[in-house]
């Protein structure tokens, strides 16, 4: 039986490029993860509302800021570490569309 770990939900860019690299290196090494589907596939599927609810966000304080007419950073940083969860969600939806019957061919992850 595979070991459930918690995700703390605090996650800095470093880290989130590490959890990106180990998953991808269990992919490219055919590593029996043991059967986690159902969590991956949650967490893949949570963090992709995740994305979407910040990307809004961060759009939103653009807006705000523009309308008040004080600068704007973009918000590098944030950006940044929105790119990986996205990516880090990709790959946990992969991992699951991967182990099923009708498997969806994912080039690049």
Do not use: K, W
Request: proline residues 5%; aromatic residues 6%.
């Amino acid at each position: 039986m595979a070991e459930i770990l918690s995700f703390t939900g605090r996650l800095n860019p470093e880290g989130a490029a590490r959890l990106s690299a180990a998953l991808t290196q269990a992919f490219a090494d055919g590593a029996d993860l043991g059967r986690r589907e159902p969590q991956i596939r949650a967490l893949g599927l949570s963090l992709g509302s995740l994305v979407d609810t910040l990307r809004f966000e961060l759009d939103r304080l653009d807006v705000c800021l523009a309308d008040s007419q004080l600068p704007s950073s973009g918000h590098p940083e944030c950006r940044a570490l929105l790119a990986e969860f996205e990516r880090f969600g990709e790959l946990a939806r992969a991992y699951r569309a991967a182990d099923a019957s009708n498997a969806v061919d994912c080039p690049g992850l």
